[in-house]
């Protein structure tokens, strides 16, 4: 693991507190379209989501609510947690307005064991949520913890091939694995480019050995593993939509992996 800036999480929670003021307005997030009864769920979780009904479900990293509740409209009896008071917070009123069942706890993700003492049928995290984690290992003992004998951890992310590029997508410029902390200082945000707002973060790579080696040591077995040549958000510059929700770099096509799907179960 490489060494890092002690203050990552007090920096990037003022990152996503920021963020979020402007998420919940964007119409890439569509609250309105949510509370008017569309899920935020994408065609690539919804395939492994087929058995939560009336199933127990940890949504890790759920920033404001909308997959956790989309989630609670599928049957799931569910649990979101975010390091974002802000998100948080939102979250619980959005619960309460449209009339649905969720918990959402405020808490980093090391921190989940401490906060939530059950365990659940399903742990559920996805899109761009381990490239803010240090260590992975870390990450997947937390997962391990908090599943039942037999519980699944459905994860789905950006693929680390993505995060080896500039942002503008024109060269390579990070390292694959997880040698060096990330730090950037960003104008606007995924959702709104030109949002008023300038933010500090810390990042971290974390190639695909490295998470399936953590997820291994930690007694998960692997069941399904996917990589897909599409994103389901165009949150990246220079896009293009193939079809519904599928977006791909304009200059690469189909040529690349941008997201995969995992699936591990704790025998």
């Not at 649990?79 to 309460?96: P, Q, V, Y």
Request: overall charge negative; proline content about 4%; hydrophobic content about 40%.
């Amino acid at each position: 693991m490489p060494i890092f800036n002690p203050n990552y999480l007090e920096i990037n929670k003022a990152c996503w507190e920021t963020r979020t003021d402007v998420h919940i307005q964007s119409e890439f997030y569509d609250v309105s379209g949510f509370i008017a009864g569309k899920s935020s769920l994408k065609e690539i979780e919804i395939e492994f989501l087929n058995a939560v009904h009336g199933k127990t479900v940890l949504h890790l990293q759920c920033h404001f609510g909308l997959d956790t509740l989309s989630l609670s409209r599928l049957g799931a009896l569910v649990t979101g947690i975010d390091f974002s008071e802000k998100a948080i917070g939102f979250a619980r009123s959005l619960a309460t307005n449209c009339g649905l069942s969720a918990d959402f706890v405020l808490t980093d993700v090391y921190s989940v064991p401490d906060k939530i003492e059950k365990t659940f049928d399903y742990v559920f995290t996805t899109y761009g949520t381990i490239g803010w984690l240090p260590d992975i290992q870390k990450w997947a003992a937390v997962i391990a913890r908090m599943l039942k004998p037999g519980g699944k951890l459905i994860f789905i992310e950006f693929h680390p091939f993505v995060w080896i590029y500039d942002n503008d997508f024109t060269e390579l410029k990070y390292d694959y694995f997880n040698s060096y902390p990330i730090v950037e200082t960003e104008n606007g945000t995924y959702t709104d480019t030109n949002a008023e707002i300038t933010t500090q973060s810390i990042g971290f790579n974390h190639g695909l050995s490295e998470v399936v080696s953590a997820l291994l040591s930690e007694g998960l077995v692997i069941e399904q593993f996917r990589e897909y040549p599409y994103s389901p958000f165009e949150c990246f510059p220079n896009m293009i939509e193939i079809a519904p929700s599928r977006f791909v770099f304009q200059r690469f096509g189909t040529k690349l992996p941008l997201t995969y799907a995992l699936i591990a179960r704790k025998s």
